[in-house]
C-alpha cells in the first residue's frame, strides 16, 4: 500500500510563498503521475498542477505563473512552490498519485491565505 505524506501547509499573507512536499512511501517507477488537487468549502476539488513520470506538467488555470510543480525521482517527491497567493487559493491541497493502475491520496494539508 502506498501511502503519500504531506507537509508545508500553514497560514501565508495575501502576496506570499509557500512550498508543500510530499513524499511516497515506496519508489515510484515506470509510468505515473503524481500532483496536487485542492478543495475549498463549497467548491468542488480541483486539479492544481500534475507531472508525469516523463516530466511533463499540467497546471489549472488560475494557477498558471504562479506555482510550479517538481519532483525529486530519488527521494520519490514532488513538490510545489506556489508564489504570489490570493484569498481564493485557500484550501485543503492533497497530494494524488496515479500509479499502476491504482490511485492514492494523501490525507491533505490546509492552506490558508488571509492578513
Known amino acids: 500500500q502506498v501511502q503519500l505524506v504531506e507537509s508545508g501547509g500553514g497560514l501565508v499573507q495575501p502576496g506570499g510563498s509557500l512550498r508543500l512536499s510530499c513524499a511516497a512511501s515506496?519508489?515510484?517507477?515506470?509510468?505515473?503521475?503524481m500532483g496536487w488537487y485542492r478543495q475549498a468549502p463549497g467548491k468542488q476539488r480541483e486539479l492544481v498542477a500534475a507531472?508525469?513520470?516523463?516530466?511533463?506538467?499540467d497546471y489549472g488555470d488560475s494557477v498558471k505563473g504562479r506555482f510550479t510543480i517538481s519532483r525529486d525521482i530519488a527521494k520519490n517527491t514532488v513538490s510545489l512552490q506556489m508564489n504570489s497567493l490570493k484569498s481564493e487559493d485557500t484550501a485543503v491541497y492533497c497530494c494524488?498519485?496515479?500509479?499502476?493502475?491504482?490511485?492514492?491520496w494523501g490525507q491533505g494539508t490546509q492552506v490558508t491565505v488571509s492578513s
Open positions: 507531472i508525469t513520470s516523463v516530466a511533463g506538467t
Open positions: 515506496v519508489s515510484i517507477f515506470g509510468m505515473y503521475t
Open positions: 494524488n498519485l496515479v500509479w499502476r493502475g491504482n490511485v492514492y
